[in-house]
């Protein structure tokens, strides 16, 4: 197993941080490993915003549930989807992208571009030494997350990472059975599924016992089934629009 893999997997969500500020070198080169990562039909619909004023970052703490991770870190970047600068350069070519950029495939071109280039941020982070954490807790408000960053139409905040020197060691979470995830040829049946995740519940289940000292037993099945049962942040769809942006 190379260096790579094991980085890889070794990762673990960190919410507390030293004191420590990324110096500009190593923002660039996490922003360099960004935009090496793949995008669709090179249209790299991303943005990321860095940032950098303290007082700003409170206001986004406010944002996030009181997170305060998002403001104690040694840096702050918000992955946007971005389909400004393709409206800009149509308008230089003389073209209009408007229809393309209002439909759906347009939303999930821009969603996985900006995945793809903060898991290869967040790799490049922790290869360096430091440790990670997505927030998507920004779209809690997502308007307000605009607003403070002053995002044009088009931009649509989707997530935050925060970067910083780990002042914790977190156990890692247990993750789904490989079966459950990792299905050959066609999609695993029911039964086997249901199997899965049984064990699954039991198994963190556990891991949340240990953690917690028995104050907390319930296992992913549950937690899902709680979590998923009424439907969150359904005001989305039209701020989506408002942004001009899967009209369609």
């Not at 020197?165 to 789904?176: A, E, F, I, S």
Request: contains cysteine; proline residues 3%.
């Amino acid at each position: 197993m190379n260096e790579t893999i094991q980085h890889l997997l070794n990762h673990r969500s960190i919410r507390k941080f030293k004191g420590h500020q990324l110096d500009e070198k190593t923002i660039e080169t996490l922003i360099q490993a960004a935009q090496a990562a793949s995008t669709s039909s090179y249209q790299q619909a991303y943005a990321i915003i860095g940032v950098e004023d303290e007082e700003l970052k409170r206001q986004l703490v406010d944002v996030a549930s009181g997170q305060q991770y998002v403001a104690e870190n040694s840096y702050f970047f918000v992955f946007c989807m971005d389909y400004h600068k393709h409206t800009l350069a149509a308008e230089l070519a003389g073209g209009d992208v408007s229809r393309t950029i209002e439909t759906t495939e347009a939303l999930v071109v821009g969603a996985v571009d900006a995945g793809l280039a903060a898991q290869n941020l967040v790799v490049a982070a922790e290869s360096l030494g430091y440790g990670t954490v997505y927030i998507g807790s920004l779209r809690n408000d997502a308007r307000r997350v605009s607003e403070l960053l002053h995002l044009p139409d088009h931009v649509v905040p989707l997530f935050g990472v925060a970067v910083g020197l780990p002042d914790q060691q977190p156990g890692k979470k247990p993750r789904l059975p490989m079966d459950a995830v990792f299905h050959r040829n066609t999609y695993t049946d029911d039964d086997t599924m249901r199997e899965l995740l049984t064990q699954y519940e039991e198994s963190t289940s556990s891991y949340y016992g240990e953690r917690t000292g028995g104050q907390r037993t319930e296992g992913w099945v549950k937690q899902m089934a709680a979590s998923m049962h009424e439907p969150k942040r359904t005001y989305l769809r039209d701020f989506l629009k408002e942004k001009q942006i899967a009209k369609d």
